[in-house]
């Protein structure tokens, strides 16, 4: 789950193209565009940027990191197909749509060679991300550990990208997202690594222009030094104005065999919302999502077999309930057989894998392998057996 992490990250300032090779051409020099988005945004360049280009298929592979690990965790949430290449997928669509990018890690800008003819179209929402590097650190903001906290960060930047490229083009902030057009012939992946990449600008243009209704710059400013730590703030920003914290989730641990490795991470609403969306009715989805508390995910694997735990703490036990009705009806939406079923636990077969759901407190926990070895020696280790034979 690391590596998925590190994919968010690296394409955090990809999209801006989508956004805006469409807009008419900007007839302005540099100097010019640097000074209205400073005064618009009402901050100060600090020092030049530095140009560099790069070819597109060279931009493919800086901006789309996913590995196997990704691919194998991805496949096992049902979130791609078994025969989808993420590599392949990810670097062709990266390399397609990327015209260039700030990285404020090297503090540059990267360029694709054969589309520097775009470059002035997209320089406003990109000085936005130099500005905010030079005063707020974006390096601290997206070196964040979970996923979760990460598309947080995430959204809190492009959002306020989006935001003052309205303005910068004269147009009121509007909340109406960018349209970023999907296909419903895309591939299950394609569509994973859309919604990933759309978050971002689409919820967190609407939770920026929250912050700026509420206290104009200042408010969002203000936000960048006390940034927002889940997705559920994102998706419901009553909940950054209150703070409301995410609660500790823990796992019981397998003992790692030899050649076993572990990797854990905070997936958030956004992410399972995501997962259920593929599968089921969009407004269902979201409703099973939200009263999202918490959670804890684990991911065990192998050279030859996985087993993933997700813990989900809810708000309340109708909202457990919601998110166990709604998983279930995803599983069987994507042709899974029942094996065992009570008001507490199923027992799912899908695609040759075994996935076990149960309720449990405010609680849901799900477990999937392809070994069934693997989910009894867990549910032994985190002392769940009982409820599984109950
Ligand atoms: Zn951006």
Redesign the pocket.
């Known amino acids: 789950m690391k590596r998925l992490v590190v994919v968010a990250l690296v394409s955090a300032?990809v999209?801006?193209l989508l956004v805006t090779a469409y807009h008419q051409c900007i007839r302005l020099d540099e100097a010019e565009i640097i000074h209205k988005v400073e005064e618009i945004r009402g901050l100060e360049l600090l020092h030049e940027v530095p140009y560099e280009f790069m070819s597109p298929e060279e931009i493919g592979k800086q901006t789309s990191n996913l590995d196997n690990r990704s691919e194998l965790m991805l496949k096992a949430l049902f979130m791609a197909d078994e025969n989808e290449s993420i590599k392949e997928v990810s670097v062709e669509h990266k390399a397609e749509h990327v015209v260039a990018y700030y990285d404020p890690w090297n503090k540059v800008f990267v360029i694709s060679e054969k589309r520097a003819s775009l470059l002035r179209k997209i320089l406003p929402?990109?000085y936005v991300?130099v500005l905010q590097d030079q005063h707020f650190d974006l390096t601290r903001l997206l070196s964040r550990r979970t996923f979760d906290e990460l598309m947080a960060a995430r959204a809190l930047?492009?959002g306020d990208?989006c935001i003052t490229t309205d303005l910068y083009e004269g147009r009121e902030p509007s909340v109406e997202a960018a349209a970023f057009g999907s296909s419903s012939s895309e591939s299950l992946l394609e569509r994973t690594l859309d919604a990933f990449m759309e978050f971002p600008y689409v919820e967190g243009k609407i939770f920026v222009s929250r912050l700026y209704e509420e206290g104009g710059w200042d408010a969002v400013n203000a936000a960048f030094l006390d940034p927002p730590t889940t997705t559920e703030q994102i998706i419901h920003p009553n909940k950054y104005f209150s703070r409301e914290p995410r609660k500790n989730v823990t796992n019981a641990e397998l003992p790692l065999g030899e050649g076993w490795t572990l990797s854990s991470d905070v997936l958030g609403e956004f992410f399972i919302r995501t997962m259920l969306e593929l599968h089921i009715d969009e407004d269902a989805a979201r409703q099973a999502a939200a009263g999202w508390g918490g959670d804890s995910f684990d991911f065990y694997t192998n050279a030859s077999s996985y087993l993933f735990v997700l813990n989900i703490s809810w708000d309340s036990i109708a909202d457990r309930d919601e998110f166990f009705t709604a998983y279930n009806k995803m599983l069987a939406s994507i042709g899974g057989e029942l094996l065992l079923n009570s008001s507490k636990v199923a027992m799912w077969v899908v695609k040759d894998k075994y996935v076990w759901i149960c309720k449990f407190g405010e609680n849901t926990l799900i477990l999937s392998s392809p070994c069934l070895d693997l989910l009894d020696a867990y549910l032994n280790v985190a002392g769940l057996y009982e409820e599984h034979a109950a």
């Open positions: 300032f999209l801006t929402h990109e991300h930047i492009e990208a």
